[in-house]
């Protein structure tokens, strides 16, 4: 089992960049394919960006390919989303999520919100 803590969420003018972290408890941390989620309001969550246990593998949302960029530290216990050109659509509260694969999550953090400003 792994809890999952997000951080860096915050207002960011439109354009500007932002990096969220997800500190993962455990000692398994590796053993999980990390992912990031968003949910903007009356809208239902989506996937955004997944990499896998080592790293050698990421996939993203094609709305952010391009723009955000996922990545982890294992001897960390820490995964990362670098978001560039942030757009007002973007505004959402991001969750990361752990799982066994790239497709399949069972672990969630509580969510951080980005609002990103025109």
């Known amino acids: 089992q792994v809890q999952l803590v997000e951080s860096g969420g915050g207002l960011v003018q439109a354009g500007g960049s932002l990096r969220l972290s997800c500190a993962a408890s455990?000692?398994?941390?590796?053993?999980?394919?990390m992912g990031w989620f968003r949910q903007a309001p009356g809208k239902e969550r989506e996937f955004v960006a997944g990499i896998s246990r080592s790293g050698a593998r990421t996939l993203y949302a094609d709305s952010v390919t391009g723009r955000f960029t996922i990545s982890r530290d294992n001897a960390k216990n820490t995964v990362y989303l670098q978001m560039k050109n942030l757009a007002p659509e973007d505004t959402a509260v991001y969750y990361c999520?752990?799982?066994?694969?790239?497709?399949?999550?069972?672990?969630w953090g509580q969510g951080t919100q980005v609002t990103v400003s025109s």
């Open positions: 999520a752990g799982g066994g694969s790239l497709q399949v999550y069972g672990y």
């Open positions: 455990g000692r398994t941390f590796s053993s999980y394919a």
